[in-house]
Nanobody, 114 residues
Framework: QVRLVESGGGLVQAGGSLTLSCGAS????????VDWYRQSPGKEREFVAT???????NYADSVKGRFTISRDNAKNTVYLQMNSLKPEDTAVYYC????????WGQGTQVTVSS
């Protein structure tokens, strides 16, 4: 059974940094693309970043240059390093993997105060 667990969210002032983690069980992360999404109240869930099994990365324009996605295959974990945070980054952040269907974690709240 595939299970994803996000952690690392919290409250931070604008300009600060946070690192989110997405741990997996039931799958070998390095064999799959892993995505980070976020959802703010009243808004649709939106793409943030992705990392392929080969390590290639892609980012939403809104976070490019501020966020970095990476993976530690030994720990079966994907990270999202978030720098220069803005109030508009406030959201619940989710990781996702697709293996015949979508698997999502429970999300971790990130709140950026101005």
């Amino acid at each position: 059974q595939v299970r994803l667990v996000e952690s690392g969210g919290g409250l931070v002032q604008a300009g600060g940094s946070l690192t989110l983690s997405c741990g997996a069980s039931g799958i070998i992360f390095s064999n799959h693309n892993v995505d980070w999404y976020r959802q703010s109240p009243g808004k649709e869930r939106e793409f943030v970043a992705t990392i392929t099994g080969g390590g290639s990365t892609n980012y939403a324009d809104s976070v490019k240059g501020r966020f970095t996605i990476s993976r530690d295959n030994a720990k079966n974990t994907v990270y999202l390093q978030m720098n220069s945070l803005k109030p508009e980054d406030t959201a619940v952040y989710y990781c996702r993997v697709i293996i015949f269907k979508q698997y999502w974690g429970q999300g971790t709240q990130v709140t950026v105060s101005s």
